[in-house]
């Protein structure tokens, strides 16, 4: 064809022109791949997101942890308990001896519902030929109250077709809701936006703060100053500690006074929890921010490394009793879950210390732990 008629000094150009698009393309692919970054971008981080929307997506219930009150002791309970743990859906955290038991074992996160046979159970059943089992649900979590009770009348359902073949007696189930009788998403949705929010702007803007004085070279400065490394951290966090706390407060008055979120329990409990998490937080945009060169990378960093675990891992909406193992155990390093269960036991269920001391203790560790590699983090530019 005309077009391919060239003279042999114009096939030898375009060889020479195509040889050098070659290199080029050649030293593209050498670059990609001697940075580590952009690889773990490119495909470690596809397959961790494939992974944790693959699980955390999944309306799957297992392993849902509930309490058991049996004050009936008879045979027909008992082979009732074990068809239910036999399920797989359910782990008995809890064997209660009294009904007054079942507050506490609620406020204290320990159960999401709870199996009450009264005394009468056995006795109801074979001779007034029907019997009430009381399926009472921790309904700050709608979607695991609603999913766990419909779970729950489904195999005692099953129960009752099982127990007709022998005889016509029937298990009826009531249900009870607890801390949320109207079912509002708000008590779901709420506390994770407030988890959410908080962690993004603490983490976010202390984290920019420092890569923002590595790109300037005023960080060079405070290297040679006879500032100790504790007090570059703490000057760092105090002014977003005080900012993030006033926005922790106007967050959570507009959850009550706009969503009608509850305000049950103790207020200076809340504002404990706030400054803990929100310390917590900051301090983890500092660390991240002692990682990175560039602005950025830290707010990469920050919205990637934060928003999205956050959002799936942390029970803002999907139980983590249902997610595998690993990412249960990332769940439990992620500050925003422990914070969650704070907000949501001191708020809408009324708990005192006494049964919310864990995640604040874990929450204190998460901070020191943040604060001293960072700390060495800045010796070792130092």
Known sequence: MPCFNFSPAERQTKYNLMKKFYAFVQKEFYHIFRDTRT????????????????????????NIPIGILNQSKGQTSEKLIHRIIGSGYFVVEQTLEKP?????????????????????????????????????????????????????????????TENGRENSASIQVSTRMIFNQRLLSVYLFIPGVIALILLIISALLTSVTLAREKETGTLELLSISPISPYMIIIGKVIPYLILSLLNSFLIILLGIFVFGLPMVGSVALLILACFVYTVASLSLGILISTRVETQQAAMFASLVSLMMPTMLLSGFIFPIESL?????????????????????????????????????????AMTAVFILVSIQSLKRNK
């Open 324 to 364: 595998p193992l690993p990412l249960q155990l990332i769940s439990n390093i992620i500050p925003a879950t422990h914070f969650i269960i704070l907000i949501k036991s001191i708020m809408i269920k009324g708990a005192g210390i006494t049964l919310i001391w864990k995640p604040f203790s874990i929450l204190i």
């Open 100 to 160: 007054q038991d079942i507050p506490k074992a609620f406020k204290s996160g320990k159960v999401k519902l709870v199996i009450f046979f009264p005394t009468n159970f056995q006795q109801d059943l074979y001779h007034a030929k029907k019997a009430q089992v009381q399926l009472i649900a921790d309904a700050s979590d709608i979607n695991t109250a609603i999913n766990t009770t419909s779970y729950l009348s489904g195999i005692i359902g099953d129960f009752n």
């Open 39 to 62: 690889m773990m971008i490119l495909f470690a981080l596809p397959i961790a997101l494939v992974v944790i929307f693959g699980y955390a997506l999944n309306n799957d219930f297992k």
